[in-house]
């Protein structure tokens, strides 16, 4: 079985538990995978819905999401990710989804500006903001916009570079770093990111803590495991009978900011303070 089907098998099996759940016993889980393929994910819902499954989830994906809510009006559905679900069509309110869908926000989209504010304390002498994104994503417009407005209210420029697979960003970051000065960069994309960042000196503020546990600079967003044992709770209230029309939307109450300081002695970057003092965790 691959490794992320093990890891997503054993974190929904521990949600569903909580809610006495028992994978084999009293419920079944069945996994689709698009593999990055996100034009199969209407037939994939389809199946699922053909199965008749009691409930469909789609962690970590708003295409997956969009994608589900599209084919049922009728099938629950609890997503987790990471911009407004409103503007996604996919609930009519955060306090009352009114539709067949919830789940949970974790605000990578809204944290945009926090991110460039924390790269401007990183490098006060920057003249320019680079960021990083996927164009296949759901949510890129939303991102870029947020972007644009935060980095015009920091008074500085920012240039939107564009990958969404691993050539285009071995081809980015090839580009960028041809440029002189390249002071700052928020990236949304993982694996070899880090590496890419770590060559080539550059700093950098992730979405999660994922990618500074694996060698990145510095994260700071929501707990994306703690988002995802939320929306396993969901499921296991929709599963005894709750409608996610009467659930809402659930929101994060705090962000965690984790450093690592092995990345940025190596990088030569000097902390602030203010960021050390503030830090949820800091890696040495």
């Given at each position: 079985?691959?490794?992320?089907?093990?890891?997503?098998?054993?974190?929904?099996?521990?949600?569903?538990?909580?809610?006495?759940?028992?994978?084999?016993?009293?419920?079944?889980?069945?996994?689709?995978?698009?593999?990055?393929?996100?034009?199969?994910?209407?037939?994939?819902?389809a199946d699922l819905?053909?199965?008749?499954?009691?409930?469909?989830?789609?962690?970590?994906?708003?295409?997956?999401?969009?994608?589900?809510?599209?084919?049922?009006?009728?099938?629950?559905?609890?997503?987790?990710?990471?911009?407004?679900?409103?503007?996604?069509?996919?609930?009519?309110?955060?306090?009352?989804?009114?539709?067949?869908?919830?789940?949970?926000?974790?605000?990578?989209?809204?944290?945009?500006?926090?991110?460039?504010?924390?790269?401007?304390e990183l490098a006060?002498?920057?003249?320019?903001?680079?960021?990083?994104?996927?164009?296949?994503?759901?949510?890129?417009?939303a991102v870029v916009?947020?972007?644009?407005?935060?980095?015009?209210?920091?008074?500085?420029?920012?240039?939107?570079?564009?990958?969404?697979?691993?050539?285009?960003?071995?081809?980015?970051?090839?580009?960028?770093?041809?440029?002189?000065?390249?002071?700052?960069?928020?990236?949304?994309?993982?694996?070899?990111?880090?590496?890419?960042?770590?060559?080539?000196?550059?700093?950098?503020?992730?979405?999660?803590?994922?990618?500074?546990?694996?060698?990145?600079?510095?994260?700071?967003?929501?707990?994306?495991?703690?988002?995802?044992?939320?929306?396993?709770?969901?499921?296991?209230?929709?599963?005894?009978?709750?409608?996610?029309?009467?659930?809402?939307?659930?929101?994060?109450?705090?962000?965690?900011?984790?450093?690592?300081?092995?990345?940025?002695?190596?990088?030569?970057?000097?902390?602030?303070?203010?960021?050390?003092?503030?830090?949820?965790?800091?890696?040495?």
């Amino acid at each position: 079985m691959h490794h992320r089907k093990s890891q997503s098998r054993l974190r929904w099996g521990t949600c569903l538990g909580e809610a006495g759940y028992v994978e084999g016993q009293n419920v079944a889980i069945e996994f689709r995978w698009a593999a990055g393929q996100d034009d199969r994910l209407p037939d994939l819902a389809a199946d699922l819905i053909r199965r008749r499954v009691a409930v469909i989830t789609t962690p970590g994906s708003t295409p997956a999401s969009l994608a589900a809510k599209a084919s049922t009006i009728t099938i629950p559905i609890v997503f987790a990710i990471g911009t407004d679900p409103v503007a996604m069509g996919l609930v009519a309110s955060l306090n009352r989804p009114g539709g067949n869908a919830t789940g949970v926000n974790f605000q990578t989209v809204e944290l945009v500006a926090r991110h460039l504010g924390m790269l401007r304390e990183l490098a006060p002498g920057a003249n320019r903001f680079v960021a990083l994104v996927n164009p296949n994503s759901a949510f890129t417009d939303a991102v870029v916009k947020g972007l644009q407005a935060s980095a015009s209210a920091l008074g500085l420029p920012i240039e939107i570079l564009r990958a969404g697979t691993g050539r285009e960003i071995d081809a980015a970051f090839a580009n960028l770093v041809q440029k002189p000065g390249p002071d700052a960069v928020f990236v949304s994309r993982r694996a070899q990111i880090v590496t890419l960042a770590a060559r080539h000196a550059l700093p950098t503020v992730y979405p999660a803590r994922e990618f500074a546990e694996t060698g990145g600079l510095m994260s700071y967003g929501t707990n994306i495991s703690d988002a995802f044992r939320q929306a396993g709770v969901y499921v296991g209230r929709v599963l005894k009978g709750e409608k996610p029309a009467d659930l809402p939307v659930l929101q994060p109450t705090k962000f965690e900011l984790v450093v690592n300081l092995n990345t940025a002695r190596a990088l030569g970057i000097a902390i602030p303070n203010t960021l050390l003092a503030t830090a949820d965790e800091v890696i040495e």
